[in-house]
């Protein structure tokens, strides 16, 4: 799927004035009606019980619109929502067109009120390069953009964008846009081909001055399933989301993706002889942290495979995972475009016990970095059964380092995959410095496992730029394809690390 990295900042509102909210000019709303709190899942269950219709296309000269044509057309701040209000938040609307050809319903809620957002070209601010494009009632925004006071009073930056599919991204404060969310994975990686929902309508709740967060409510559509959810929104250092949903099945649901999260990775030092490049690594996310059920702390470095691969990481009750981005300095990367070492990490926390199931990671082949190939979420081991509802609650954590770090042992940092001169291959794996680590390395137990036939002991040295241990292995793949290797560190018969887990393919 393209990414949306040069998309964030193009935006848009649009259409048939009714009252405007603050004056002209400015988005435009229409009659109000009764909003509550099961408003929107009234509307998801009364989706469900009927088959699944597609919305409306958008007129074809909106559809047909180039890349470079669609930035032509960008939304005018000016026409925020809240704009000129004490409303501690702004919002933007996108454009319609190009990679989005449905609109998306928009709603401000007020005073136990909802509002619809009508689509105006008056909102826009254009090129003359822009063309002529047809203006009828299918059109309507294809997402939106939230913006607040996150450094410097009186200027509202943004922070969080909701466009395409049930797609969503956030930042932490002065970070930039990377890895994504979604509202829901179906089938993801089936051979039948992954369905996609999409969040067809959306609630915001106006704000009162001073808050520090936002509300949105989203409602889902898609064949198999609708959904009502709700995200509770503040802004800082760290983004936080809550987020509470409910699922209506139309049909039996045997691949769930709960809390999926969508990244790219194209290599780093684990695979770095495959791809001609003078930055480092490449990707938004380096990791697969995973808290699970019995208290192990993972790590399972990404992957660029040559053929799609799967993993499946058993477990009950989880206490969370997510996609981590944990090389921070620029050297890292060296790019100062693309400027890795500033895209956030993301971590789910379930608000209940989720029962049985596994977290799933799905790393595909990519050769260019414009391609998110890396998926993970929570897969239920039980079928959601066709008319049946799913609630789920879990929270969102974007930032630079948003994992728990309570009793937690030492985190990996790297690892470094290369060939010998004498034959096989040898892995370097870098722990951070801690006042766990004793003076005395002899002391750390290895353990470690591998399908390989030929591995060695291993051995802990200390890594004189981090001050950290590091462990390095070697191992012969002899005719193996695939080898699963599993490694930590242990003091005093305890775990001093996380568990490293790593899928070698041969290349």
């Not at 002529?132 to 930056?157: C, H, K, M, N």
């Not at 909701?162 to 990377?178: D, K, L």
């Not at 990775?265 to 480092?280: A, I």
């Amino acid at each position: 799927m393209l990414r949306r990295d040069l998309l964030k900042s193009l935006a848009a509102l649009a259409a048939v004035p009714t009252a405007g909210l603050a004056g002209e000019p400015g988005v435009q709303l229409g009659e109000a009606t009764a909003f509550g709190p099961a408003t929107v899942r009234d509307r998801a269950q009364a989706l469900a019980a009927n088959p699944y219709t597609p919305r409306p296309l958008i007129p074809e000269s909106w559809r047909n619109l180039t890349y470079d044509q669609y930035r032509k057309i960008w939304f005018d701040s000016r026409n925020a929502l809240w704009e000129g209000t004490q409303a501690p938040q702004r919002v933007d609307f996108f454009q319609p067109g190009l990679y989005f050809p449905q609109a998306v319903e928009m709603n401000v809620v007020e005073d136990g009120t909802a509002r619809k957002i009508a689509f105006d070209m008056g909102v826009f601010d254009s090129t003359d390069k822009f063309p002529d494009v047809e203006i009828d009632a299918t059109l309507g925004y294809s997402g939106l953009r939230l913006r607040a006071e996150l450094e410097q009073p009186g200027i509202f930056q943004e922070y969080a964008v909701f466009q395409g599919a049930s797609y969503f991204r956030g930042i932490g404060t002065g970070e930039v846009y990377g890895l994504s969310a979604r509202g829901l994975a179906l089938k993801t990686g089936d051979p039948m081909g992954e369905e996609f929902p999409d969040f067809i309508a959306f609630w915001l709740e106006t704000p009162v001055p001073g808050a520090p967060n936002v509300v949105l409510h989203a409602l889902l559509d898609s064949p198999s399933c609708s959904g009502a959810y709700r995200f509770d929104i503040t802004h800082g250092e760290t983004l936080h989301m809550a987020v509470t949903a409910e699922l209506f099945a139309r049909t039996e649901m045997a691949h769930v993706g709960i809390a999926p999260l969508t990244s790219m990775f194209l290599f780093d030092e684990t695979m770095r002889q495959r791809f001609s490049d003078f930055r480092p690594a490449v990707h938004d996310s380096d990791g697969l942290q995973m808290h699970n059920g019995a208290g192990e702390m993972l790590w399972r470095p990404l992957s660029n495979p040559l053929t799609l691969q799967i993993s499946a990481f058993g477990d009950t009750n989880p206490r969370g995972f997510g996609l981590m981005q944990r090389p921070r300095a620029f050297r890292d990367y060296a790019d100062l475009e693309a400027l890795y070492h500033k895209r956030p990490a993301l971590w789910v926390t379930p608000g209940e016990d989720w029962g049985d199931g596994s977290v799933t990671l799905v790393e595909i082949p990519a050769d260019l970095e414009i391609y998110d190939n890396i998926v993970a979420y929570w897969r239920p081991a039980t079928p959601i059964a066709a008319g049946a509802s799913h609630k789920m609650s879990y929270t969102l954590d974007w930032g630079d380092d948003p994992a728990p770090r309570v009793e937690m042992p030492i985190r990996v940092l790297n690892t470094a995959i290369g060939g010998r001169m004498e034959g096989g291959n040898v892995v370097a794996i870098d722990f951070e410095d801690s006042a766990l680590v004793p003076e005395d390395l002899a002391r750390i137990e290895i353990v470690l496992r591998g399908s390989a036939e030929d591995i060695s002991a291993g051995l802990v040295q200390r890594n004189p730029e981090t001050n950290g241990p590091r462990l390095a292995f070697t191992f012969q793949p002899g005719e193996a394809e695939v080898i699963e290797f599993r490694a930590q560190l242990r003091l005093d018969g305890a775990p001093l690390s996380e568990v490293w887990l790593y899928r070698w393919t041969r290349s």
